[in-house]
């Protein structure tokens, strides 16, 4: 079957927009998780979700960050007011269910806010 | 706090030769440990991982090995080829949580 997918590939917005992130998952994993990956560094935790609710929403940097998960499959980052610092690669992983070892990773979504 | 040093950051090695990616953790509650291969434009790939029950774990010309007492995990690439270029990640787990914590990565050229 298909991997982990995201869309878009790339997105450019301005400083102060608001912007959404999809994550399509391996069809049957019930773990979902999203990670940021700035230039030169390995991927940083957001999030993670077992099936629609958010188990841990620790690694959100702040308030402006948000996602969701409501039937259990698709995710959507969402980021509000943007600002140049969160230019970066959002990746999306999935893994059978949480605790499972391997997190399949997508291809992730190169944001830029100009 | 949770941290993860990995190194070196940039590995040049001749085709055929050993490379070794070495990483620290700082939490002795961690018990699984991943490595993952990233290509430019692509995800990360799991290439080999290892428990803490286990101290090494071979898969073809992979290896990964385990010092729990120091902290350490390397990973070992042996008659490296050019298609092994790509940037490599450690990771651990750690004990009650379900996130991973990244190091910073080692680019490895494998030069022909």
């Known amino acids: 079957g298909a991997g982990v997918s995201q869309t878009p590939s790339n997105k450019v917005t301005e400083k102060g927009k608001y912007v959404e992130l999809r994550c399509d998952p391996i069809?049957?994993?019930?773990?979902l998780y999203w990670y940021r990956q700035s230039l030169g560094q390995g991927p940083e935790f957001l999030i993670y979700f077992q099936g629609t609710g958010a188990a841990d929403d620790s690694g959100l940097p702040n308030d402006r960050f948000f996602a969701v998960r409501p039937e259990g499959s698709v995710s959507t980052l969402k980021i509000q007011r943007t600002e140049r610092g969160d230019s970066a690669v959002y990746l999306c992983?999935?893994?059978?269910?949480?605790?499972?070892?391997?997190?399949?990773f997508g291809p992730g979504t190169r944001l830029t806010v100009l | 706090g949770e941290n993860v040093e990995q190194h070196p950051s940039t590995l040049s090695v001749q085709e055929g030769d050993s490379a070794v990616i070495k990483c620290t953790y700082s939490d002795s509650a961690s018990n699984y440990f991943p490595w993952y291969k990233q290509e430019l434009g692509k995800g990360p790939q799991l290439i080999i991982d290892?428990?803490?029950?286990?101290g090494e774990k071979k898969d073809q010309r992979i290896a990964v090995t385990l010092n729990k007492t120091a902290k350490h995990f390397s990973l070992h690439i042996t008659e490296t080829q050019p298609e092994d270029s790509a940037v490599y990640f450690c990771a651990a787990r750690y004990s009650g949580t379900y996130k991973y914590i990244f190091g910073t990565g080692t680019r490895l050229k494998v030069l022909a």
């Open positions: 290892i428990r803490s029950n286990v």
């Open positions: 992983a999935s893994s059978l269910k949480a605790g499972d070892n391997e997190q399949f």
């Open positions: 069809s049957g994993h019930t773990a």
